[in-house]
């Protein structure tokens, strides 16, 4: 993908309270720190080779019981979707025999779980108490009172014991006097959804010599082989206990921190994100303040005031040697249930502060992995053999034993499936995606197109700096398109201009942002904006130019090739949403429908909803005006709808099935004058299970189009895995889909080729991508309104491809 048709890592900010220390002012929840910047990376954001999955089974190896700090939370909304059962009404499912068979492994671990009920208890302190530490201590002074068998996340606690109402008072360190008050709320079966979040509680306090970074928890040490790039890299786990078929099992995923060395200090004129060394918290940098410095005092919460020196040498033996310096100001972060939540400024440290994330010249240091120029200095991520057999310690052994907790040594192996190749049709040709590359981009551009446009009025913009590039662009552009079937006449006046490219001087969002404004609002015409330095590359030149052409061709409505999906007259639908959680602007949720049989046009459309709203509103509308374009392409109307709703939180499967599934069947049964079929598929990117096979005794990603339907999915569901990339460098990460609705009744083979073809139809990249197209569609509609536009886009768009 070319300039900034790049789509950007996505994250959902999720509310987390906070541990309470002195606050500085305007910090409700938030205290002034040494700050060190944290970026959690998934698996493959350093291209990170595919034994490090090995490490997992080290995870048990290093483990040891420590007192950590649990915060005090809400139930974690995973739990909720556990007793959804959406499988009951779906008679048609049965399991899957088609396709070539393959053994698998998965990072996942058996755990062997007690069966015996256990109490849940509520605990509150009077006057409250912020920190769940200082909490732990407190109630557990005693221990013959609570014993040894416990679990405490710092609101609750559980227990095997039954317990009368407790009434405890306790003294702190200060002298202040805490009444605890320890009542019973209900008793848990070893299969409530209660249960499992204590038995990971439980487990995540037997990890030794890691810290905890929000969720997870990372080594204390760093990385030596970065050490001479700047960065301060961090390995660690994410790790959860879930229920599916067979057991329960423990997840365990490598994750990683990326720190800098540099503190804000150094960059002071720059806006970053960094975080506090201390308690490694995470905050934007909002702005300045130029009038304050570390020798003006602020209130503390317990009313006395102190200057920034004096907080932070007494509360963290930290010394600020910079008098002069100015202060950061943080606004904090968004959190949903916060929509109209007033955001106090917190005054931070800058020396104290250290940059997080990876700096832009890291990219070579990527290039050099995906290589391995530097093998000796990598030579730590080439694949290797298993691990010694996994060792617990005494102590961990002893508290697990406690609650009867086992875990197996051993990766789960799983039954898998590996689907036929998918053939592409373009014009009069058909070919199979490259075995080891994945993509097709060879045999794309010297074929003629399935629908070629003509590029005519146009013109191209650039600044003077970048004249001889842009002449080499077009002098390159005339000769691939004549191959692909694109008639191209030269640029004319902007006066008669029908498209627009852009050779933009640098990737300034700004500057992209305010073109297309203009582009898709104020003036709709098709455009393609390209930075000057992705087409410096002389090696890669042609094939960028070869794909800018086909974007151009998709966004004056034409299409790049087909594949057969096997349902005839159907439309797909895409749905996803946009979230800008920084500036609290309104959300956007973008809908995409195919209008044709064979996948090559498309309507969109866009809906404005509250800042944080994942649930769309809307959709009644939206399915109307895509049937009205469909009956535009086609003479009858479709037989099925088969729908992808991706960007589904944790815990909202149940709002999903209540708000936007009824919409859509409400005007299917009551207002559509057709009979048409429905079945609606939930997709999840963000999982951490991985999958991948085994060849003597190394590891190795399992083969595009493998199928993962047994043991690691949920009896309750009618789900699976499809790994649909390939990849050379780096751990796949597998898709999980959910059909949670289905009148079309998709046996689990049908729906399972079928998404695995529609991975083979994005139109931006000539190759396969983890999602079904229409789901990646929504996306990059969403997130470029949503991001750029901040305004609906012109109607006179919405039956092409303006937003790739």
């Known amino acids: 993908m070319l300039g900034r048709a790049r789509t950007r890592a996505r994250g959902r900010a999720r509310g987390r309270p906070s541990v309470a220390q002195p606050e500085p002012p305007g910090a409700a929840a938030a ?33 040891g019981l420590q007192n950590l700090s649990m915060m005090p939370t809400r139930p974690s909304r995973v739990f909720q979707d556990i007793v959804l059962n959406t499988r009951q009404n779906l008679e048609h499912v049965r399991h899957s025999k088609t396709g070539t068979a393959i053994r698998v492994l ?69 002298g202040d006097i805490v009444h605890i008050t320890v009542e019973f709320f209900k008793e848990l079966k070893p299969t409530h959804p209660d249960y499992l979040r204590y038995y990971n509680v439980l487990f995540r306090r037997c990890l030794i010599n890691l810290e905890q970074v929000g969720r ?88 006395t005031r102190v200057t920034f020196v004096e907080y932070y040498l007494q509360q963290y033996n930290e010394q600020v040697t910079e008098l002069k310096q100015p202060l950061l100001v943080s606004l904090g972060r968004w959190r949903k249930g916060q929509r109209d939540a007033p955001r106090e400024p917190v005054l931070l440290v800058p020396q104290l502060c ?51 907790l086992r875990f197996g040594s051993d990766f789960m192996p799983v039954s898998g499936r590996v689907l036929r190749e998918v053939t592409i049709f373009q014009h009069d040709k058909s070919f199979g995606p490259d075995p080891e590359l994945g993509d097709w981009l060879r045999e794309s551009r010297s074929k003629y197109l399935l629908r070629a446009k003509s590029l005519t ?44 490219v852009c050779i933009l001087p640098s990737d300034d969002q700004k500057r992209y942002a305010d073109i297309k404004r203009y582009l898709c609002v104020q003036c709709p015409v098709p455009s393609q904006c390209v930075v000057a330095e992705t087409l410096s590359s002389p090696k890669r030149f042609l094939t960028i130019v070869t794909k800018i052409a086909q974007q151009m061709n998709c966004k004056m409505g034409g299409a790049l090739w087909k594949v057969e999906t096997g349902l005839q007259r159907t439309m797909f639908i895409g749905i996803d949403c946009f979230h800008d959680v920084v500036h609290r602007r309104k959300s956007i949720a973008g809908f995409v429908a195919s209008t044709d049989e064979d996948l090559t046009t498309w309507y969109s459309q866009c809906i404005f909803q509250e800042t944080g709203e994942e649930l769309v509103d809307g959709l009644t509308g939206c399915l109307e005006a895509a049937l009205t374009s469909w009956f535009k392409n086609a003479l009858s109307a479709p037989q099925s ?71 690691l999915t949920r009896e309750e569901w009618y789900d699976f895995y499809i790994v649909s990339q390939s990849s050379r460098s780096g751990m796949v990460t597998p898709t999980h889909y959910n059909v949670i609705y289905d009148t079309i009744r998709l046996t689990p083979d049908a729906v399972q080729r079928l998404t695995y073809k529609l991975c083979h139809m994005y139109y931006n990249l000539p ?24 305004q609906e886009p012109s109607r006179s768009l919405s039956h092409t491809l303006y937003y790739l």
Not at 699 to 711: A, C, E, L
Not at 767 to 790: D, E, F, M, Q, T
């Open 641 to 711: 709808i088969v729908v992808y709703r991706d960007g589904v939180g944790d815990g909202q499967l149940q709002a999903l099935l209540d708000h936007e599934l009824p919409q859509l069947v409400r005007y299917l049964k009551h207002a559509c004058r057709h009979s048409i079929k429905l079945a609606f598929i939930v997709v999840k990117k963000r999982i951490n299970t991985r999958f991948f096979i085994e060849k003597n005794g190394l590891y190795h990603n399992p083969p595009s189009g493998t199928v993962i339907d047994v043991v």
């Open 354 to 404: 250290y940059l997080t994330g990876a700096p832009t010249y890291v990219a070579s240091l990527q290039t050099r992995l995906h290589y391995g120029i530097e093998s000796q200095a990598f030579q730590s991520f080439a694949p290797r053999r298993r691990p010694p057999d996994v060792t617990i310690y005494s102590n961990v052994q002893e508290e697990l034993e406690r609650w009867e």
């Open 31 to 63: 205290s002034p720190t040494v700050m060190r910047h944290v970026v959690l990376l998934p698996f493959s954001c350093i291209n990170h080779h595919l034994s490090c999955l090995c490490c997992v089974e080290e995870l048990l190896i290093t483990t």
């Open 106 to 174: 998965a990072n996942h671990f058996r755990v062997w779980h007690p069966r015996w009920p256990v109490f849940k208890y509520n605990v509150r302190f009077q006057p409250d108490v912020k920190g769940a530490r200082l909490r732990a201590e407190l109630l557990f002074q005693s221990e013959r009172v609570f014993g040894r068998r416990r679990i405490f996340d710092g609101q609750s606690l559980l227990s095997p014991e039954r317990l009368r109402v407790l009434e405890l008072v306790r003294q702190t360190q200060d």
């Open 767 to 790: 190759g396969i991508i983890r999602v079904p197209a229409p789901c990646h569609y929504a996306h990059k509609l969403a997130y470029l309104v949503g991001k750029s536009l901040r």
């Open 457 to 500: 009025h146009w013109v191209l913009l650039h600044t003077q700096e970048f004249a001889d590039i842009a002449c080499s662009f077009h002098r390159s552009l005339a000769r691939v398109t004549p191959a692909m079937g694109m008639a191209m006449t030269r640029h004319v006046s902007p006066l008669f201009v029908f498209k627009v």
């Open 216 to 303: 997870h928890y990372y080594s204390q040490e760093a990385e030596e082989e970065f050490r001479s790039w700047g960065l301060d890299v961090r390995s660690g786990y994410i790790t959860s206990i879930l229920p599916y078929e067979h057991s329960l099992t423990l997840c365990a995923d490598v994750s990683y921190r990326v720190l800098q060395s540099k503190t804000a200090y150094d960059v002071i004129d720059g806006t970053y994100e960094f975080l506090r060394g201390y308690n490694n918290r995470t905050y934007r940098v909002d702005g300045i303040n130029w009038d304050q410095n570390p020798r003006d005092t602020f209130t503390r919460s317990d009313g």
